[in-house]
């Protein structure tokens, strides 16, 4: 099973040459695959091919070089293998259970062959259960918004908070964001709960002002589809509307992915959201590949510096590195969040480089709503 990055190979060699580079691997995999009994295409760029078990695999070192050569370039070749194949099973299935396995590893480097296992197999059944029930979950408000508060280290006290979605499954119990978040991702619902997120945190803060709490900004997280909505500002702007809410005091987070994958376009949608009072927030800077010339060019106003950023500059008892992007944040008229600040060693440090805010388990692990009320009130 192999898959390649087929559309930009189109898009620059043109689909002839592409064409006969997919009649070429196939020749070189029937070629090399031992006991080769029956293979063909069975989409755009990939390939099923059924062999005789090989017990001991050699077969699999010969295929890491296969594409050396084709249309003078480098391509990704991967495979995904269900071995012991089950022939009770109709054979569609089984080359679902294949691409299941490498849609695993498609964005893996240096990871060219993965297996079909038990472990994979119980993973899916799961996503399936996830994707399932999401819409209900949804409809039922299965979906329970956490807030992690932001501390201002210029006047020791709350300056805003962080909406974090959690979800309890009647069946499945609590699933960790970081298993549905990837799944809802891949189908697009993630849109659909961003917008759900962004409507709790809207009640919260009616909330607030209806209890007479100190009122803090609340940001929520912005996926990467978030931003393929022309509509996405003028719906949370109807959100803020809805519940009387003054556009400042909600903020949107978005990632450098999400800002490195068309700068322009993002560009233009983050200037659509300040120019209807809300408030961006670049999250998790320094967790990957930061374009310094992207960067000047969002329309942003605060910058979050990551949590690896903080954990690596503790652990080295070396901060020059939070100091240079704080200075660089400072220089570029931004607010700066500290994330996964935990000791009190790493809040004084911060405060000494640049008294911005910090967002931690040192003041607070996200909390409940009456949890967070109650830990405004401390202030009132």
């Not at 691997?25 to 293979?39: C, I, K, N």
């Not at 760029?45 to 070089?65: E, G, K, M, Y």
């Not at 109807?238 to 560009?267: K, Q």
Request: aromatic share 8%.
């Amino acid at each position: 099973m192999t898959s390649l990055t087929f559309k930009s190979l189109n898009e620059r060699y043109g689909r002839q040459n592409c064409d006969q580079l997919l009649q070429d691997l196939a020749v070189r995999l029937v070629d090399l695959l031992p006991d080769y009994v029956v293979g063909g295409r069975i989409g755009a760029d990939t390939f099923a091919f059924l062999i005789v078990h090989q017990p001991d695999h050699r077969w699999v070192s010969v295929l890491a070089n296969i594409s050396k050569g084709l249309l003078g370039t480098s391509l990704s070749v991967k495979f995904g293998v269900v071995e012991n194949v089950d022939h009770h099973l109709a054979v569609s299935l089984t080359c679902d259970h294949a691409i299941m396995a490498l849609e695993r590893i498609k964005k893996a480097f240096g990871v060219d062959v993965v297996w079909y296992n038990d472990k994979l197999r119980e993973r899916q059944h799961i996503e399936n259960m996830i994707l399932e029930s999401m819409e209900t979950a949804l409809e039922e408000h299965q979906f329970t918004v956490y807030y992690q508060p932001k501390h201002d280290l210029r006047n020791d006290r709350t300056g805003g908070a962080e909406a974090l979605v959690r979800w309890i499954h009647p069946t499945l119990g609590f699933i960790s964001p970081g298993d549905f978040i990837p799944i809802f991702e891949r189908s697009g619902f993630i849109t659909k709960l961003d917008l759900y997120v962004c409507e709790e945190a809207c009640k919260q803060l009616k909330r607030c002002e209806e209890l007479g709490l100190p009122m803090v900004p609340i940001s929520f997280n912005a996926s990467q589809l978030d931003f393929d909505d022309e509509e996405f500002a003028h719906k949370i702007a109807a959100l803020t509307d809805t519940y009387g809410i003054e556009r400042s005091l909600l903020h949107v987070e978005v990632t450098e992915t999400a800002c490195a994958e068309n700068p322009e376009h993002v560009i233009d949608l983050l200037t659509d959201l300040r120019e209807h009072g809300f408030h961006v927030e670049l999250d998790d800077f320094g967790s990957g590949y930061s374009s310094l010339a992207s960067l000047n060019m969002l329309p942003l106003d605060v910058m979050k510096l990551d949590m690896s950023i903080i954990r690596q500059a503790s652990e080295l008892d070396d901060f020059r590195i939070v100091q240079s992007a704080i200075q660089m944040a400072q220089f570029l008229n931004l607010g700066t969040v500290a994330e996964g600040v935990e000791t009190q060693d790493e809040m004084l440090k911060l405060k000494e480089l640049g008294r911005g805010k910090i967002q931690g388990y040192y003041y607070s692990r996200p909390i409940m709503r009456e949890d967070f009320e109650a830990y405004l009130a401390k202030e009132a």
